[in-house]
């Protein structure tokens, strides 16, 4: 799979990108991951990328020329519509969640728009398929969304998780929230583990894991 990210602030990602689960990914091909710096599609020889919103109002507003170009370079021409999607960071979007990670984990190629600041030209939405949220909150730009976009869905991908992990685990069975874990020590001050997952009877203890969980 690969998924681009169209940003002002590529180096965002480089940390958060480069250990664990999604740097695995990355290792074995399962996810390749691109940066489109937005304002290298800038408008003159400072490469404006915003202007004042018409009508007036606070801030600066990306320019969807600038959007467009952005966009049109991420574009891969060698696959359908069906098979590459395009996305803006959005407060007003459906909201993200397991079922909408596993949707996107069967595009061949994810495009993630980062906004920043106050917002972008609405016009954008002729040309994406829709925008997402991860939450009914404001953030200073779209960076931290798409970060937990692309964990989510990686972790989707084949052989991401490794062999060990069965699909149905992998997805969180999808409907439901993991159930609570447990570890070492058995009893720490005056808390337990529960008795049941200890007890062996792998039945009563599948029937507790499912009681547990939460509905997502």
Wanted: one cysteine or more.
């Amino acid at each position: 799979m690969k998924i681009t990210i169209l940003t002002l602030f590529p180096q965002m990602f480089q940390g958060p990108f480069d250990y664990s689960i999604i740097k695995n990914a990355q290792d074995q091909n399962a996810v390749e991951i691109n940066y489109i710096d937005i304002r290298n599609f800038g408008i003159g020889k400072h490469k404006t990328v915003d202007d004042t919103p018409y009508g007036g109002g606070k801030g600066m507003v990306l320019k969807i020329d600038v959007l467009k170009a952005a966009i049109d370079s991420a574009i891969d021409k060698n696959l359908s519509k069906d098979e590459q999607e395009i996305y803006l960071m959005s407060a007003k979007g459906k909201v993200f969640n397991q079922m909408v990670a596993k949707d996107l984990s069967k595009l061949k190629h994810l495009i993630l728009v980062c906004g920043h600041y106050e917002g972008v030209d609405e016009r954008i939405l002729n040309y994406i398929n829709g925008e997402i949220s991860i939450g009914e909150f404001v953030l200073t730009g779209g960076e931290l969304p798409a970060m937990i976009i692309v964990d989510a869905v990686s972790r989707l991908l084949p052989g991401v998780l490794g062999e060990e992990v069965t699909d149905n685990e992998s997805h969180s069975t999808l409907s439901k929230l993991e159930h609570p874990q447990y570890t070492r020590p058995e009893k720490f001050e005056e808390h337990s583990v529960p008795e049941v997952l200890k007890s062996g009877n792998h039945k009563l203890i599948n029937q507790w894991k499912e009681e547990n969980s939460k509905s997502n």
